[in-house]
């Protein structure tokens, strides 16, 4: 039996010039998508200049924030940060008493501060611990682990008012 596409040549160009068609615009949508996406990848921001020492060396540094009683949590996240710092530094294996301790020191009220455990309930070394510490109407959060130091400010629990979700515990 007579193939009816071999018979006529111009049904055939029409059968392959399609597939050539879907190839070239898979590819045109393939190029359109890689064009778009590469428009979504940040751009590194412009250092700003620094101005350079001075010859006399005046340049003071700038004094460490300090705690603002009135300041709320966002006002104190600066300096609850620092303290933070300061006491890992001193002992970077720092356990949530060291925390405590440190954060009082620097004024801030025991009775809003929270921490998690230092071991599991296993007793071994908790891989990171939080603490937290209630300031007016927000929370300052730390963390230290593994990775490093972290905080936040946060908003109280709804349901406690506390700021750490758990089993957190209580400077003695």
Do not use: H, W
């Not at 300096?79 to 356990?95: I, K, M």
């Amino acid at each position: 039996m007579p193939n009816p596409i071999a018979e006529r040549p111009a049904l055939r160009r029409v059968r392959g010039s399609g597939r050539a068609r879907s190839a070239l615009a898979a590819a045109a949508i393939a190029m359109a998508g890689v064009l778009a996406l590469a428009g979504c990848v940040p751009q590194p921001e412009p250092e700003e200049p620094r101005p350079a020492p001075t010859a006399s060396g005046d340049a003071s540094p700038e004094p460490d924030p300090a705690f603002d009683p009135a300041g709320g949590a966002a006002g104190n996240k600066a300096y609850f940060d620092v303290v933070n710092e300061r006491t890992l530094r001193a002992d970077s294996g720092a356990r949530a008493a060291d925390f405590a301790e440190a954060l009082a020191d620097a004024g801030f009220d025991p009775k809003g501060m929270e921490f998690t455990a230092d071991r599991t309930s296993v007793d071994l070394a908790a891989d990171s611990i939080q603490f937290s510490v209630l300031v007016g109407d927000g929370c300052l959060v730390g963390q230290s682990g593994p990775f490093g130091y972290r905080s936040i400010v946060a908003e109280p629990l709804e349901t406690t008012g506390r700021c750490l979700v758990g089993s957190a515990r209580t400077p003695d």
